[in-house]
Every structure is written in structure tokens, then in C-alpha cells.
């Protein structure tokens, strides 16, 4: 089975020709990250304008590089929520007019579970190896959860963040030190020029809960930036290089720790087979590593060019969905504040 699968939950453009929810033949991401960057974040309407530009080229591309026709496609997968209302709409719209002119199925997809699938892509079968069931630890810009997996379509949310996502904390880091979005890729570049140590930072911990919090250690690297300031006016471009890189590979850590060991914690209690760390955080070269070792069960992580929005990772979960249960969702609406579960 062929699934056009097309992912516009925020600001990047995903499309993506999935066959068997494991083998991905094109994948296209139309990023807006040069778009938004001077202003330090996403802005919703321009996000969801881009949209209505990329759209078709990214379509047009994937049906290029496979030498495919809309003919040959099986269905069509979208990610109907959670995201920006605007920017759903444009994906929504697009996929239901593909699905409806061509009699084709169709299938929405939460884009919490488009992450949890990108596990599966590129040969690796979770539900094999290690098996049901798994923790997965989401982590993005606007999610950070810890959900259990039971089999394919069972969710069980049991932690996410009570402020900032761990995405977000990296992002309004970044903008703290100065430094462009997104925010993740800048800090680790950064960290990884320290050249010695500051004083860790407090790893938070919410009282009688799992759940995750960020918003604490945001508030702690602003308050140790200004007492390394020479003046009293904020300026990140005053404090020495080598000692901001040091205070960024200290932030990083406490980021990095607050995620593996609560997933550690939770996996443990819950008796899994297994770990998936997916999201745009699951790029992170330190938390891929601090997993891996760190974790008594089998880790699975996304290729990197997995892990950000994509419409590989919507194509593979519409494929677990429509073996079962064909389905024609012309009718469907989105939902920006979709949970999963």
C-alpha cells in the first residue's frame, strides 16, 4: 500500500510517498525556519500562508523522485491536530481535495502518533523488537509527553509537561544567549564548545507527579546569564564566549537529565519492553547518547531527518490504521487541540 502522507500541524511542510508504513520512497520537508527566525518563534499566519505555497511543489516533488501519479497512490494520510488551526487547515483541505477527486481512501492522523511511528521507518519493526509494550518519550517544540504504547492505536498518557516543552525550553534559551531559532540545534552547537564547568542547574521535579517541567530552568539560566553580565544592561554579547558555551552545556545537561530519567523512571515502574524517544528534541546527539546508555531496556530513536515534522512519519501511521480499517474521512474536520489517547 502507497500512502501520500502530508504533515502542516506547524510550520514546516512535509510530504512524504510511504509504502507498507516502513519504506519511505520520497520525502519532502519545506522548511520555514529562515522565515521565522528574525522574529524568534512562529508566527501562526505567516506559518499557515507558507503553506498555501509549498504545498503543491512538495506534492509535485515526491510524485517526481518516485515517477508516480496520483493514480498510483492508495490513500491519502493528514495530520488533522494538534497544531496551529491555521496551518491544519491547508494540509486538511489539500488532502481531502486529492481524496475526494480520486475515490481514494483517507485517514487523519493525530501528529503525536505520526511521531511515535516514525520509529518504524527505515526497516526497524518496534512491535517485533522489542515488542508491545513501550514508553514513548515525545519531545518537540510544542509537546513533551510520556505515553505508553500497548499495541498499535492503545495510548495511555501518563506524564507531559505542566509549562514550557522541552522544544520550547531550548528555544527561549537559545533567544537568552542570543542565538537564532530554532533553538536546539544553536545550544548544542554552543555546549559543545565548552572548555570547563559552571555550577549545575537544579533538575526540577514536580511534587507527587510524573509529569515534566521547564519553565523553572529557563528562569534559573536568565538569573545566572545577568550575574555573569559586566553591566547592568542584558547584553548575552558581553559574557565570554568559552563561559557562555560552558553555561550552555550546563543547561543542556539539566534538560537532557530531566528527560532520560523520568523516562527511565517511568519505564521501569511500568515494567516495558522497550523505549522510543521521537520529536524534534530527538535529534539531540547528548539526549540520543544519555538514552542509550542509560536505559536497561532497548532504545529505538528516528534517523534525525525523521525525528522533525515530516509526512513520512504520517504516512507510516495511517498504514497501521487503514490495514485494519479502510476508511474514507472526507468528511473529517481538524482538531488544533487533539490529545492522544
Keep these: 500500500m502507497k500512502i501520500l502522507g502530508i504533515e502542516t500541524s506547524c510550520d514546516d511542510t512535509g ?11 520520497s520525502n519532502i520537508i519545506s522548511s520555514q525556519e529562515e522565515m521565522h527566525s528574525k522574529y524568534g518563534g512562529i508566527v501562526p499566519e505567516m506559518a499557515s500562508r507558507q503553506h498555501l505555497l509549498s504545498i503543491v511543489p512538495a506534492v509535485s516533488s515526491v510524485l517526481e523522485n518516485t515517477g508516480m501519479e496520483f493514480d498510483d497512490l492508495d490513500a491519502v494520510a493528514v495530520t488533522h491536530g494538534p497544531g496551529l488551526a491555521g496551518s491544519l487547515l491547508v494540509g486538511v483541505n489539500f488532502a481531502k ?3 475526494f477527486s480520486k475515490n481514494m481512501m483517507m485517514a487523519s492522523i493525530n501528529h503525536l502518533e505520526g511521531h511515535i511511528y516514525s520509529a518504524w521507518l527505515g526497516g ?5 523488537d522489542p515488542g508491545f509494550p513501550l514508553l514513548c518519550l515525545i519531545a518537540s517544540g510544542g509537546h513533551t509527553e510520556l ?5 498499535h492505536g492503545e495510548y495511555e498518557t501518563l506524564a507531559r ?3 514550557d516543552a522541552v522544544g520550547e525550553a ?3 534559551g537559545a533567544r537568552l544567549f542570543g542565538m537564532g531559532f530554532p533553538g536546539g540545534p544553536e545550544i548544542e552547537r554552543l555546549a559543545s564548545r565548552a572548555i570547563g564547568s559552571e555550577t549545575k542547574f537544579t533538575r526540577p521535579v514536580v511534587k507527587n507527579s510524573l509529569d515534566f517541567s521547564f519553565s523553572g530552568l529557563k528562569t534559573a539560566l536568565l538569573r545566572r546569564l ?7 544592561e542584558f547584553d548575552p554579547g558581553d559574557i565570554p564566549f568559552g563561559l557562555k558555551a560552558n553555561i550552555a552545556k550546563e543547561y543542556q545537561d539539566a534538560l537532557v537529565d530531566s528527560l532520560v530519567s523520568r523516562t527511565v523512571k517511568v519505564a521501569k515502574n511500568k515494567n516495558v519492553k522497550g523505549i522510543i524517544v521521537c520529536g524534534g528534541v530527538a535529534a539531540n546527539s547528548l539526549l540520543r547518547d544519555k538514552m542509550g546508555s542509560e536505559s536497561p531496556f532497548p532504545v529505538i530513536i528516528p534517523e534525525k531527518k525523521y525525528c522533525t515534522d515530516n509526512g513520512a512519519m504520517i504516512g507510516a501511521a495511517a498504514w497501521y ?5 479502510p476508511e474514507y474521512q472526507w468528511a473529517m474536520d481538524i482538531i488544533p487541540s487533539l490529545r492522544l489517547n
Design 15 to 25: 510530504v512524504a510517498i510511504v509504502e507498507d508504513g516502513r519504506n519511505c520512497l
Design 97 to 99: 481535495g486529492i481524496a
Design 124 to 128: 526497524k519493526d518496534p512491535e517485533i
Design 147 to 151: 505515553v505508553l504504547m500497548k499495541d
Design 161 to 163: 509537561t505542566r509549562d
Design 170 to 172: 531550548f528555544d527561549k
Design 226 to 232: 545577568e550575574m555573569k553580565m559586566p553591566s547592568a
Design 321 to 325: 490504521k487503514l490495514r485494519v480499517n
